[in-house]
C-alpha cells in the first residue's frame, strides 16, 4: 500500500463524522467468536435503559469491540496490508465505531435514580418557594424588590 493510501485510511477511520451514515455489521467476527453485532445493539438499544443484569454483559461487549477495533487499526497503522485489505479494515473499524456510540449512548439506570429524580424535583419545588419569598413572579419580574 502506498503512504498515501495508508494516511488516507487513516483519516477515514479517524474523522470525527466517520460514522455518519454507516451501518452496524450484521455480523463480526471477535476474538475468533462471530457475534450477531446488529441485532445484540438493537436489541439493547431497543429497551428504555439497560437492565442491571445486562450491563456486565454491555460493558463486556465494548471492552472487546474496543480491543478489536485497535487489532484492526494496527495493520493499517503499520502497513502491513494491501490496499485492498485496508480498505476492508477500515470499513469494518467504522462498523465498530458505529456500535460502540450505539452502546455508549445507553441510559444505564442505576440504583439513585429515583432518589435522583426526587431530589430534582425538591430542588424545583425550593426555587419556587424562594422566588415566591423573594417577591418574584413566576415571569420572572419583581414586585418591589431589588433583583439581583
Known sequence: ????????????????AATVGAD???EIEVQGEAIDLRSFVFEIKRRDSVPSGERDRVERAKRNLRRERLERLEPIEENEVSYERGEEL????????????????????????????????????????LKKALGRDDAGGASGRTRF
Do not use: H
Open 24 to 26: 452496524i455489521p450484521e
Open 90 to 129: 477500515a470499513t469494518s473499524i467504522i462498523g465498530i465505531d458505529r456500535a460502540l456510540e450505539a452502546l455508549e449512548g445507553l441510559d444505564a439506570p442505576d440504583p439513585e435514580t429515583e432518589e435522583q429524580r426526587q431530589k430534582a424535583a425538591d430542588r424545583k419545588r425550593w426555587m419556587s418557594f
Open 1 to 16: 500500500m502506498k503512504e498515501y493510501e495508508r494516511k488516507g485510511l487513516l483519516e477515514r477511520v479517524n474523522r470525527e
